[in-house]
């Protein structure tokens, strides 16, 4: 299995893999989504001819037949030939129609075990969002309450000082009355 960019490749397959092998490497790819479920992540149908079709011009009729460019696949020119990158529901449906009923069970187990493990990652990351937030509140309720005693705190040592200053007043007049 080889990564290049955004593009899952689909090379370790052929139609001699047992469904151990086609569920494991289904929940690779699908977990590189949990990842990064931000990034857009495809496959080269190039790497997956030899596991559906029967020939590469097979393949490419199949898609331009039943996808849309651009929303289903897209069209990359790399190393002097054309390669055509398909989203996840577009290998979905290539599954679909062109795999055992066996391997669609697979993808779907594959898929559903993956989007669980997404959501449980977002209502974590919203759980740790929210406790953030909180945190948050309140450090703010904390400081408020810190501004206000310091604010009180400065009023008591300004009435103080005054007071000191008065009685040092007093002090010395009396001082002087002494003398």
């Known amino acids: 299995m080889e990564i290049k960019h955004e593009i899952i490749r689909f090379n370790q397959l052929t139609k001699d893999s047992c469904n151990q092998e086609v569920l494991e490497y ?31 011009d097979e393949g490419i009729n199949f898609v331009m037949v039943n996808m849309n460019i651009n929303d289903d696949y897209k069209i990359v020119h790399r190393n002097g030939k054309d390669h055509y990158l398909l989203s996840i529901l577009s290998m979905g449906m290539i599954i679909k129609y062109k795999a055992p009923s066996s391997v669609c069970r697979l993808f779907h187990q594959a898929f ?46 300004k009435s103080q000082e005054a ?9 010395r007049s009396k001082s002087r009355k002494v003398n």
């Open 163 to 171: 007071r000191i200053k008065k009685l040092e007043a007093e002090l």
């Open 26 to 56: 289904l929940n690779k790819e699908f977990s590189l989504i949990v990842m990064d479920p931000k990034e857009r992540h495809y496959f080269d149908l190039e790497d997956s001819v030899n596991f559906f079709f029967k020939t590469r």
């Open 112 to 157: 559903l075990t993956n989007f669980e493990n997404l959501v449980e990652k977002f209502n974590d990351l919203r759980r740790r969002h929210r406790d953030l937030i909180d945190k948050v509140k309140r450090l703010a309720h904390e400081n408020k309450s810190l501004v206000q005693m310091n604010a009180e705190q400065a009023q008591t040592i």
